[in-house]
């Protein structure tokens, strides 16, 4: 951990080219005013993917998977070597907002006892979408 930056934020991808430039371009639209690395995974994409990050976004880091890894084991790579106070994950098929950054960090150093935040999800109409279900019971 780097106590002197605040936030490293994953993207884990598997050929969602259009959208992770999508992704990529509002966290730097909207990057915070404390310091943030951003770390991309690509899953072993070949709509060429990877290349994009590195052409249009030499200030990522960018990690390549030779095989499709899965989400889980993708971002349980990429938090191993994040240096942040915080991690984010965020799918590629997000858009962030003004403020949502600051606003996360804001609500972790309001609650240190927090282990995990959660932001609320906008459908692209800006209506809230549900972020989980309700939990299944044995019965």
């Known amino acids: 951990m780097n106590e002197s930056l605040t936030l490293s934020i994953i993207v884990v991808s598997y ?9 990529l371009a509002s966290i730097m639209d ?14 072993a994409s070949t709509d060429g993917s990877s290349n994009m990050v590195t052409e249009e976004f030499p200030a990522v880091k960018l990690l390549r998977n030779r095989q499709n890894v899965g989400f889980a084991r993708a971002n349980n790579q990429l938090i191993k070597d994040s240096v942040g106070r915080y991690v984010l994950l965020l799918n590629s098929d997000t858009v962030v907002l003004p403020e949502a950054l600051e606003q996360m960090v804001k609500a972790m150093d309001a609650n240190p006892k927090a282990g995990v935040v959660g932001c609320r999800l906008l459908n692209t109409d800006g209506s809230v979408q549900p972020p989980c279900a309700l939990f299944q019971t044995a019965w």
């Open 15 to 23: 050929n969602t080219k259009e959208l992770l430039r999508t992704c």
């Open 30 to 43: 909207n990057l915070p005013s404390f310091k943030a690395e951003i770390l991309v995974i690509d899953n």
